[in-house]
């Protein structure tokens, strides 16, 4: 339901499909969302698999892998305390049959569901998670986006004065716009902020630590950092990772407005983009809104109250103004579920909460990005509420991990909780 191909990850092994999950599948094949779009691909991957042969004997998917093969489970094989009506027992009862039909080869049951493998252990069956579409193995492997360095004390001098500094001979490339802070190997406290840009530590710009923006000002070396990705206007894309309170949302609402409506705290910035375009996902992404009352920015509203309150904080609770520039289409609330087929030029879009997309769903808003435009995906992979999708795979760290060698993006990961002492207690503790 995650990645309709899987049947071509498997190598030179053989696939035995049981019926009951042709049956599961063709549930599934009219939802509105990716896991529907999984389920119709896949069926229409079998439909011109049976167009080669048949699927009851077997047929061959291609050089170098496998046969797949439809199969009915024998009800003599069920195993005590299971029953014929349900699907998870009629799986795994199809597994004990194809154990005895073959003895001689290893039967492995591949299942995401985790009960289901608890279960198949308990009456002896081989089991594994699918993990062709984990781009880690655990959750504490997500790139960061920062580092730590000792350099000679003159060297932290000669940052202040130039503003760069040639990446040392001894120090790893690392990866492009990866936030750095260079410590003096004479004292430790004297130390630059820095961003690994053109083969050079690039001080981060100054303002941005002292001024903040729109009178936001960053509270910890990661929030100078996020502020630093955020308002540069050559990183088409920005993610910021953190748990709850570390300030990724209100910083990349903060950084959306004051670069598209003109930052009355400091008016010498330029404006680079036409609207600010923010959404986050209505779990599960894709479902209807339509049976709600209203129009789309208030059937969005349950889902948006979050951003609500950070738009309402920075622009001083003045609920007239953020209307206003709703009204003027400066700040466009734009619901996940219709964005396919659009084309946003000229935009800073935010997607807040960007853990509970899956792969798919994630590569569809991304590919929606336009001419000038920035977009900011935001998450705390901890959090995860969508089941189709965990901390190792959902679509959010696919995008840290895969662009972390580019250019064009920049990451990091807010690591202290800022919202009040009670929030960062409750973090740490519960």
Known sequence: MTDFACINHYGPHDIIIP?????????????????GANARSIIREFDSLREKGSLQTGVSLGPNRGTLVVAHHISDDLPSDFNNADADHIIMTSAVTAGK??????????????????????????????????????????????????????LIDRVYSTGCLNLLEDNSPGYPNESIMLMSDLNEKKT???????????????DINKRGVWGLKPRNKE????????????????????????????????????????????PELDAPYKKLVISRPVQPMGKDIGYLPGTMEEK?????????????????????????????????????????????????????????????????????VGEGTKIVLTGDVEQIDNIYVDETSNGLVHIVENFKEYDLAGHITLQKGERSPLATLSSKIL
């Not at 594994?128 to 004390?153: C, H, M, P, R």
């Not at 990772?241 to 598209?260: D, F, M, P, S, Y």
């Open 300 to 368: 969005m509203h349950p889902w948006l109250m979050p951003i609500q309150d950070n738009l309402q904080y920075i622009l001083g609770n003045d609920k007239a103004t953020l209307e206003e520039y709703i009204d003027k289409g400066i700040i466009e609330i734009e619901a996940l579920t219709y964005i396919r087929g659009r084309s946003i030029s000229n935009a800073y879009i935010i997607i807040d909460e960007a853990q509970n997309l899956s792969l798919h769903e994630i590569k569809t808003i991304l590919t929606r």
């Open 223 to 266: 929030q100078v950092f996020a502020l630093d990705l955020l308002m540069d206007p050559t990183l088409p894309l920005v993610t910021l990772v953190g748990k709850a309170g570390c300030g990724k949302t209100l910083l990349a609402i903060a950084a959306g407005i004051a670069q598209t409506i003109s930052d009355p705290f400091r």
């Open 101 to 154: 039909r073959f003895p001689e080869r290893d039967v492995i049951l591949v299942s995401r569901d985790i009960n289901m493998r608890v279960m198949a252990d308990s009456i002896g069956l081989k089991s594994e998670d699918y993990i062709e579409n984990k781009i880690l193995s655990v959750q504490s492997e997500l790139y960061g986006g920062y580092s730590q360095k000792s350099i000679a004390d003159s």
């Open 192 to 206: 630059a902020l820095c961003r690994k840009r053109n083969n050079k530590y690039c001080h981060v710009n100054n």
């Open 19 to 35: 019926m009951k999950v042709l049956e599961e599948i063709d549930k599934h094949k009219k939802r509105q969302d990716s896991v």
